[in-house]
T-cell receptor, first 113, second 116 residues
Framework: QKEVEQDPGPLSVPEGAIVSLNCTYSNSAFQYFMWYRQYSRKGPELLMYTYSSGNKEDGRFTAQVDKSSKYISLFIRDSQPSDSATYLCAMREGGTSYGKLTFGQGTILTVHP | DTAVSQTPKYLVTQMGNDKSIKCEQNLGHDTMYWYKQDSKKFLKIMFSYNNKELIINETVPNRFSPKSPDKAHLNLHINSLELGDSAVYFC???????????????FGAGSRLTVL
């Protein structure tokens, strides 16, 4: 079993839809939770990160972490064609985990006009 | 001006050859990484250097040898290439190797290696 599981999709939604992307994990030592976005033929770029359980909002994006269920989500409101990309969840242990991020497989999202 | 730049972008080579990928960051970050992304888009850490010192060395064949001449540069040399080495190799950097600074990685555009 992988430490981080993410449904690879693909996910196809109409413009304006609310998108929900999810990851589950097995390592209870994970303390930092991140979402990266990767456009085709580009490197991943950080969207947002949260520390431990809770919610964080940034514009149209909301990240949720539920440590008791080992489950994280990213919600995208009013999705736009420019949101079409692969979304990768990533996690890191606290303490001296030396910047090692463990990534999910990525979910391919297409938002069509 | 690209923050993290990698060269070359594309590499096509025969099995058994040796190849190198170079990476440079102009962000003033202390920590640099090599990640490998396979055909299923799974991104996995290989190595990390903090201020020229190796701090992460995952289970990677010793045919892969990283080198950091200074904190702005991290190179990857691969000996005796195998078919399974075909992947996209990403260089990344972060402000630090612990704390919140270690969560924000800036990635290069990737080097796509194809071994025939």
């Amino acid at each position: 079993q992988k430490e981080v599981e993410q449904d690879p999709g693909p996910l196809s939604v109409p413009e304006g839809a609310i998108v929900s992307l999810n990851c589950t994990y097995s390592n209870s030592a994970f303390q930092y939770f991140m979402w990266y976005r990767q456009y085709s033929r580009k490197g991943p770029e950080l969207l947002m990160y949260t520390y431990s359980s809770g919610n964080k909002e940034d514009g149209r994006f909301t990240a949720q972490v539920d440590k008791s269920s080992k489950y994280i989500s990213l919600f995208i409101r009013d999705s736009q064609p420019s949101d079409s990309a692969t979304y990768l969840c990533a996690m890191r242990e606290g303490g001296t985990s030396y910047g090692k991020l463990t990534f999910g497989q990525g979910t391919i999202l297409t938002v069509h006009p | 001006d690209t923050a993290v730049s990698q060269t070359p972008k594309y590499l096509v080579t025969q099995m058994g050859n040796d190849k190198s990928i170079k990476c440079e960051q102009n962000l003033g970050h202390d920590t640099m990484y090599w990640y490998k992304q396979d055909s299923k888009k799974f991104l996995k850490i290989m190595f990390s250097y903090n201020n020229k010192e190796l701090i992460i060395n995952e289970t990677v064949p010793n045919r892969f040898s990283p080198k950091s001449p200074d904190k702005a540069h991290l190179n990857l040399h691969i000996n005796s290439l195998e078919l399974g080495d075909s992947a996209v190799y990403f260089c990344a950097s972060s402000q630090s190797w612990t704390g919140a600074g270690a969560n924000v990685l800036t990635f290069g555009a990737g080097s796509r290696l194809t071994v025939l």
